[in-house]
């Protein structure tokens, strides 16, 4: 069966650090890989999107890259402060749907 | 920038009763979906509608729940008799015509007692 996990429920890091979520999927060809920020109580705010074809995309302070042969993606928030403290989900979207498939998310935390 | 916006934020309702949440997409956004994610669980995707139809569902989307596009700006969520486990964050999420990123709206929180 299809199957999206994050690495690992909480991730706490100190200021500055670079934080590094992962995200792997079995059983699924994703045409589209995205990553969302969503905060207590909130909807998901879109962050980045990466194709299949694409290894990585850079927006700011932060990085995807897309490795199909894994079946994986790695988000990296570099210099990272306390305002990045929130759950980020992976999510992914295959060729002739429009279901998006979300992971469970990480809770990054990240302390002064 | 625009928003996808939803209302109300807040709805309690007893088991039985029928629920309309409100979603307004971006304006340009032909794409319309409802998700739903129940508290500590993952975001789970109910309904796509496009041109005035249904184009995908989920296996939670059953005879209990419909979609309409009552007018060019609002599209709406309704839960004919609701019950318990119906409680969640529901999303409205809307996209353009490449169809590759969502945009969610903030979210209606539904308590069904």
């Known amino acids: 069966s299809q199957k999206i996990e994050q690495n690992s429920e909480a991730l706490n890091i100190q200021e500055g650090k670079t934080a590094t979520l992962t995200c792997n999927y079995t059983?699924?060809?994703?045409?589209?890989l995205q990553w969302y920020r969503q905060d207590p109580g909130r909807g998901p705010v879109f962050l980045l999107l990466?194709?299949?074809?694409?290894k990585e995309k850079r927006k700011e302070r932060l990085k995807v890259t897309f490795d199909t042969t894994l079946k994986q993606s790695l988000f990296h928030i570099t210099a990272s402060q306390p305002a990045d403290s929130a759950t980020y989900l992976c999510a992914l979207l295959s060729y002739n749907t429009d279901k998006l498939i979300f992971g469970t998310g990480t809770r990054l935390q990240v302390f002064p | 920038e625009p928003e996808v916006t939803q209302t109300p934020s807040h709805q309690v309702t007893q088991m039985g009763q029928e629920v309309i949440l409100r979603c307004v997409p971006i304006?340009?956004?032909?794409?319309f979906y409802w998700y739903r994610q129940i508290l500590g669980q993952k975001v789970e995707f109910l309904v796509s509608f496009y041109n005035n139809e249904i184009s995908e569902k989920s296996e939670i989307f059953d005879d209990q729940f419909s979609v309409e596009r009552p007018d060019g700006s609002n599209f709406t969520l309704k839960i004919r008799s609701t019950k318990l486990e119906d409680s969640a964050m529901y999303f409205c999420a809307s996209t353009g015509g490449q169809r590759e990123t969502q945009y969610f709206g903030p979210g209606t929180r539904l308590l069904v007692l």
């Open positions: 304006s340009n956004h032909l794409y």
């Open positions: 059983n699924y060809s994703p045409a589209y």
């Open positions: 990466i194709r299949e074809n694409e």
